[in-house]
């Protein structure tokens, strides 16, 4: 190309740049990518949220919900199932206590850091101290189950709401459940641990902040366990997940605490319902808070 050409294209190309530029100042206002092709004002938007973080909020996992019912399928089967194990542990021997069904006498925030709903009935730890080995076998064969029922329903909820896992049956294998499994079960016990411990409103306060910052750091690591992580990296990387949207998340966890305890509160449907909706957008939620921070990890990268 001659001295002549260059110029002569130099010229072309500034006043494609100028009519670009003349074209971002009309009516429209759109804005103009370095190769001079429009932005629509959808991306703008959808920058415009991008930039403002991740919107973990309960209208969003509710939203989808409503779109797509069948997600909560797998919990509402598990309600059922729990409900049948409330049934039994009403009729046999071991002491059990009392955890829904009507107890409308103090607000309380029932939230046990993974996708779940409120029974009707509970078995402390001292439940099973001292019992013979039969009785002893068929008090944790029901804990056994009722964490089965929850760690199948979770996982199938996770893997289906996930727009990266192509075939949600195959996270229900190996693996997979086993971590789950265990993450739910560590949990629960972390749980039973500290609700052993009557030290009254001071220390129950005092606990109250380490616990709900754990419950809001957690809070995806079922999602990352069904994506593939072990236990202590899916915690690992819920803590990089949920950094910057902390109050959100405990605002979060507020709401399907409270909304857990009022429908779990209801006489003999709270099981099925506390389970079929606050488990399912529990599970949903985790989903969200993944796929998000997957996201601001890749456009870092």
């Known amino acids: 190309m001659t001295d002549g050409e260059v110029e002569a294209a130099t010229s072309t190309g500034n006043r494609s740049n100028s009519e670009s530029v003349a074209g971002s100042d009309s009516d429209d206002r759109s804005p103009v990518r370095p190769t001079g092709e429009a932005v629509s004002a959808d991306e703008n938007g959808q920058r415009d949220a991008d930039d403002a973080g991740p919107s973990v909020t309960l209208p969003q996992p509710v939203a989808r919900l409503r779109r797509e019912p069948t997600l909560a399928l797998p919990f509402a089967i598990a309600g059922v199932f729990l409900t049948v194990l409330d049934w039994l542990r009403r009729a046999d021997p071991l002491p059990t206590l009392a955890t829904g069904g009507g107890e409308w006498t103090r607000l309380s925030i029932e939230y046990a850091g993974y996708p779940t709903g409120v029974p009707e009935t509970a078995r402390s730890l001292e439940a099973f101290v001292g019992l013979r080995p039969p009785y002893l076998v068929w008090g944790i064969g029901l804990e056994i189950l009722a964490f089965a029922a929850v760690a199948v329903a979770g996982i199938a909820t996770v893997a289906r709401a996930s727009d990266d896992i192509e075939r949600w049956d195959e996270a229900l294998s190996g693996r997979r459940l086993l971590a789950y499994f265990g ?6 016990a972390v749980g039973r641990v500290l609700g052993s411990f009557d030290g009254g409103l001071l220390l129950g306060a005092v606990l109250a902040v380490p616990l709900f910052a754990a419950f809001v ?64 957008a529990h599970a949903v939620s985790t989903v969200t808070v993944r796929a998000e921070s997957d996201e601001t990890a890749g456009v870092s990268d």
Request: aromatic share 8%.
């Open 217 to 280: 750091r957690a809070f995806a690591a079922p999602a990352f366990v069904v994506a593939g992580a072990g236990p202590l990296t899916a915690l690992s990387r819920s803590w990089r997940a949920t950094r910057g949207i902390g109050l959100r998340v405990l605002a979060l966890v507020g709401c399907l605490g409270l909304a857990a305890w009022f429908l779990g509160s209801l006489p003999s449907v709270g099981t099925v319902l506390s389970t079929t909706v606050v488990g399912a």
């Open 183 to 188: 993450l739910i079960v560590s949990f629960d």
